[in-house]
C-alpha cells in the first residue's frame, strides 16, 4: 500500500466528518414526521397500534437497560432537537471508539494466536 | 432491521445464537489467515463505519425510518468473512450500549445484517464485476447492484423471522406472544420499504466508496481475492 497511510487518515477523517453530520439522522425523520423503523416500536406503540400488547414482548422488551438508550442519555427525551443532536454526536464518537478498540484488540488476540 | 427484545420468540432467537456463535468463531479464523496485522486497522475503520453509517436514519415522509448499513462495502473490500465481523461488532456494541436491536435478537440480527448482507452483496459485486479494470464503471455499478440487493434480501429474511412469530406461538387467548404482525404484512412492508428507499441508500454509500477510491487509492480494492 503505496499511499495507504494517508488513505487511512482520510478515511479516519471521514469518520469524523460523518460523526459531526450524524445528527441529519435525527434531524430530517423529525421534518418529514417519521417514526420508529418497521417492527421496532416500543411494546406501548404496539399496544396502540394493535390494542393489545402480547405477553411475551411485555416480558421481554426491557429486559436490558442500555446506558445510552438510542443514542440519547436517560431523561432527555424532552430536551429538544438541538440536544438530541448533541446527545447523537457524543453518541457516534463514544460508539466509533469503543468498535475500533474492540476490533483492534481482535485483531491483537488474533495475531497472537498465528 | 435492528429486530428489538420481545418481537422474536425464543423459538427463533436461540437458534440465531446457535448459529452466529460458532460461524463468527469460523469467519474469526478466516479473517486471521489473510489479514494479518496490518490490515486490522482498516477493519477498525469498517467497523466504524458500519455502526456510523446506521445512525443516518433516512425518513419516508409520515412513515417508517431506515438506513445503510454499509456492510457490502467493507465485504468488498476485506471480504464477506471480515464484514461479518466488522458489522457484528458494530451489532453488539449497537445492542448493549444504545438499546439498538435487542439482546436476544443479536444472533437475528447479526445473521440478517452481519452475514446475509455482505455475502449476497460480494457475491454479486465479483459476479458483475468479473475481470473488469480495477478503474472501471463496471466495479462501481457492480457494488451499488451488490448494495441494494444484498439490503433487500436481508429485508425479506427479517420480515419472514417477523412473520412467522404468530404462527409458532400464540397464548392461550389465541393472540400472538410475540411479533403480532403475520408474513402477509410484514415480509412485504419490510420489503417494499426496502426496494424503494433503503436498498437505494446502501446501493449509493457502496457506489461513491468505490468511485472514492478508484480515484484516490485503488489498491485499496485488490485487498480481497487479489483482483486485477
Redo the contacts between chains.
Sequence with gaps: ????N???K???LG?VV??L??P???I??D??????????W??DE?GKM?G?V??????????????????SFKGWEEKGLCMQSLA?VI??V???G???A???L???I??K?? | MHIPDGYLSPQTYVPFYAFIIPYLGIAARKVSKFIKSRYVPLLALGAAFSFVIMMFNVPIPGGTTGHAVGAVIVAIILGPWAASIAVSIALIVQALLFGDGGITAIGANCFNMGVVIPFVGYYIYKLISGSSEITSPRRWVAGAIGGYVGINVAAVIAGIEFGIQPLIAKAPDGHPLYSPYPLSVAVPAMALEHLMVFGIVEALVTALIIIYLQKSDKTLLTIYGGAR
Design positions: 500500500m503505496s499511499n495507504g494517508s488513505t487511512m482520510k478515511m479516519l469518520l460523518l460523526a453530520l450524524s441529519v439522522g435525527v430530517l425523520p421534518m418529514f414526521k417519521a417514526g420508529s423503523a418497521w417492527g421496532e416500543g411494546p404496539i394493535v393489545y402480547p405477553q411475551g414482548m411485555k416480558k421481554l422488551a426491557d429486559l436490558w437497560q442500555a446506558p445510552m438508550p438510542d443514542y447523537y453518541s457516534a463514544v460508539g466509533m469503543i468498535i475500533s474492540i476490533t483492534l481482535f485483531g491483537k488474533m495475531n494466536k498465528e
